[in-house]
């Protein structure tokens, strides 16, 4: 919950319920990364599909409403089932489709925060979300602590976890003979990020993410963010010091005794605005963010 001094902080640009209501009829956009690895977007977040003859490995499920679209998408690419469904965090649009993977075969990967989380129930203030505890079906049934390898054929994928960062149930998935890296929700890019403190994220974690994830790739990786298009390093890079320099300002601001709303007034993210500022996290619901963590 938000302190006292919060209570009229900055919302999302769209709540939760707009945010499912277009998973209704979405239009999904398959991008191929590389042999084998594609990128759907257009329900929820951004999913991977690594297509094998064992089977498909997916990162992230999207909205179970857009089911139809994205089982038409997955048969596109061929006609092995999901085998593997790895979730990189709790949110919703990351785990809504979890229950009908479930049902159709898939087994449910993540990390064992992920799950906790999705049997409790769960509430985003900012984004005017409550849901109660998710069935059985939905939860990941092989979970891990630090990290876990996923081997299929010649493929080898790395899934490890961050300390607490954008929630405390994130987690990298690297598929490493291709060089493609998810970050699931521990990168927007292009867009100001959400930091869940409800859920046990926070602003020095997203920060220690954002450097764990740069230590994990090279000029040529391909970086697949939770939100915001495929990108480089060099576009996390410019993340990092987004990062960095507004985490400073506003807690050079709080520390001389600024409130939130004086804060909010100082702009702080004005020289980032124009890049960052445009997506579903308005530039103050993230200083708002900031502020509440330093």
Same mark, same amino acid.
């Given at each position: 919950?938000?302190t006292?001094?919060?209570?009229?902080?900055?919302?999302?640009r769209?709540?939760?319920?707009?945010?499912?209501?277009t998973?209704l009829?979405p239009e999904?956009?398959?991008q191929?990364l &590389?042999?084998?690895i594609?990128?759907?977007?257009?329900?929820?977040?951004?999913?991977?599909?690594l297509d094998?003859?064992?089977?498909?490995?997916?990162?992230?499920?999207?909205?179970?409403?857009s089911?139809?679209e994205?089982?038409?998408?997955?048969?596109?690419?061929?006609?092995?089932?999901?085998?593997?469904?790895?979730?990189?965090?709790?949110?919703?649009?990351?785990t809504?489709?979890?229950?009908? %993977?479930h049902?159709?075969?898939?087994?449910?990967?993540?990390?064992r925060?992920?799950?906790?989380?999705?049997?409790?129930?769960?509430?985003?203030?900012?984004?005017r979300?409550?849901?109660?505890a998710?069935?059985e079906?939905a939860?990941?049934?092989l979970?891990?602590?630090?990290q876990? &390898?996923?081997?299929?054929?010649?493929?080898s994928?790395?899934?490890?976890?961050?300390?607490?960062?954008?929630?405390?149930s994130?987690?990298?998935?690297?598929?490493?003979?291709?060089?493609?890296?998810h970050?699931?929700?521990?990168?927007?890019?292009?867009?100001?990020?959400?930091?869940?403190?409800?859920?046990?994220?926070s602003?020095?974690?997203?920060?220690?993410?954002?450097?764990e994830?740069?230590?994990?790739?090279?000029?040529?990786t %391909?970086?697949?963010?939770g939100?915001?298009?495929?990108?480089?390093?060099?576009?996390?890079?410019?993340?990092?010091?987004?990062?960095?320099?507004?985490?400073?300002?506003?807690a050079?601001?709080?520390a001389?005794?600024?409130?939130?709303?004086?804060?909010l007034?100082? &702009?702080?993210?004005?020289?980032?605005?124009?890049?960052y500022?445009a997506?579903?996290i308005?530039?103050?619901?993230?200083v708002?963010?900031?502020? &509440?963590?330093?």
């Amino acid at each position: 919950m938000m302190t006292a001094e919060d209570v009229s902080a900055p919302e999302a640009r769209f709540t939760a319920e707009q945010m499912r209501a277009t998973g209704l009829h979405p239009e999904i956009t398959l991008q191929e990364l &590389r042999s084998e690895i594609t990128v759907l977007s257009g329900s929820g977040a951004n999913m991977v599909v690594l297509d094998h003859p064992e089977g498909k490995i997916l990162v992230d499920s999207g909205f179970a409403i857009s089911q139809p679209e994205i089982e038409a998408s997955l048969s596109l690419i061929s006609p092995h089932p999901v085998r593997f469904l790895i979730n990189t965090h709790c949110h919703f649009d990351h785990t809504d489709g979890n229950e009908w %993977l479930h049902t159709s075969g898939a087994t449910i990967i993540a990390h064992r925060r992920t799950r906790e989380r999705l049997n409790l129930p769960q509430s985003i203030p900012a984004f005017r979300y409550s849901r109660g505890a998710s069935r059985e079906g939905a939860l990941p049934s092989l979970t891990f602590d630090q990290q876990m &390898r996923v081997d299929l054929g010649n493929e080898s994928v790395l899934l490890r976890r961050y300390t607490p960062a954008h929630t405390d149930s994130d987690t990298a998935v690297y598929f490493e003979r291709l060089d493609v890296l998810h970050l699931g929700d521990t990168w927007f890019n292009g867009i100001y990020p959400f930091i869940d403190y409800d859920s046990g994220g926070s602003i020095d974690g997203l920060i220690e993410a954002t450097r764990e994830n740069l230590e994990l790739t090279n000029s040529h990786t %391909l970086i697949v963010p939770g939100h915001g298009s495929v990108g480089s390093r060099e576009d996390l890079v410019d993340s990092w010091n987004m990062l960095t320099e507004t985490r400073h300002r506003v807690a050079t601001l709080k520390a001389s005794g600024l409130s939130l709303a004086d804060t909010l007034a100082k &702009r702080v993210t004005a020289s980032f605005d124009s890049k960052y500022g445009a997506g579903f996290i308005p530039a103050d619901l993230f200083v708002a963010l900031v502020y &509440r963590g330093v």
